[in-house]
């Protein structure tokens, strides 16, 4: 079974957004819990859940740029074979 062509750099820069977006959702929330237990109370919910929206801001304006490929997106065979899907 060979690999198809994945051409990664074509991908390069959609591909970093994305990634950039996960690590600050991973991020953020060790910043919240920092700064709760360092320097004052916070409401840890009402951080989260502004994280969250920021995140998913984010994610869907870079998610709607992303063209067919194999790396991001719903790869099921169907997806990925066809562009109108």
């Not at 957004?17 to 953020?28: A, C, I, R, T």
């Not at 060790?30 to 709760?36: E, N």
């Not at 859940?49 to 063209?67: A, P, S, Y």
Request: glycine fraction near 10%.
């Amino acid at each position: 079974m060979s690999l198809p062509n994945l051409d990664i750099e074509r991908l390069a820069g959609t591909f970093g957004d994305p990634m950039v977006l996960f690590s600050g959702l991973m991020l953020l929330p060790s910043i919240l819990i920092l700064r709760a237990t360092v320097v004052t109370p916070i409401d840890f919910g009402r951080g989260m859940m502004t994280v969250f929206h920021v995140f998913f801001d984010l994610i869907g304006n870079v998610m709607g740029k992303l063209r067919r490929n194999f790396f991001m997106g719903v790869r099921t065979p169907w997806t990925v074979a066809s562009e109108k899907v």
